[in-house]
């Protein structure tokens, strides 16, 4: 499987976007591992997309998270592969910066599989309130 890369994908992204932070954040424990500051997403406009997308996938866990600066980060370079068999990240934040393979874009998506190792594009976090790093992160499992 390629990567996919999918730009303006959600509709009325700044709306979107004002929804997921006035819900909130909070550390969720899946397993050992510590997701910081997410939020919990069911089925919304973007696992519609990948459902397009992607018909012989399911989501699995889909989840906002925003990455303020100075928030300590479990790992750096890494592979989701326990996740599921795709990664979907939405970028849901404006500051891009150059990373190996793609510039981080508002309101764009890379769908990738999961076993491919990948970091976000800086080593620290940046911004604060509603100025953080924010990602929607959805990882997907094919159907069987």
């Known amino acids: 499987m390629n990567v996919g890369i999918y730009n303006n994908v959600i509709k009325n992204v700044d709306s979107y976007k004002k929804d997921i ?20 997403r069911g089925r919304d406009e ?23 600066i100075y928030q300590d980060e479990p790992n750096y370079i890494h592979t989701d592969e326990m996740m599921g068999d795709l990664t979907a990240i939405l970028y849901l934040y404006y500051k891009g910066k150059k990373s190996c393979i793609l510039k981080a874009k508002y309101n764009r998506l890379v769908v990738f599989p999961s076993d491919l190792y990948h970091s976000r594009n800086i080593f ?8 953080a790093r924010l990602i929607q992160v959805c990882f997907l499992k094919e159907n069987k």
């Open 21 to 40: 932070l006035k819900k909130g954040f909070e550390d969720i424990l899946l397993g050992e591992d510590t997701f910081k500051n997410v939020q919990a």
């Open 46 to 68: 973007l696992v519609d997309f990948l459902l397009i997308k992607y018909p012989n996938y399911s989501p699995d866990l889909n989840f906002a998270r925003r990455s303020p």
């Open 124 to 131: 620290d976090n940046y911004g604060s309130a509603e100025n």
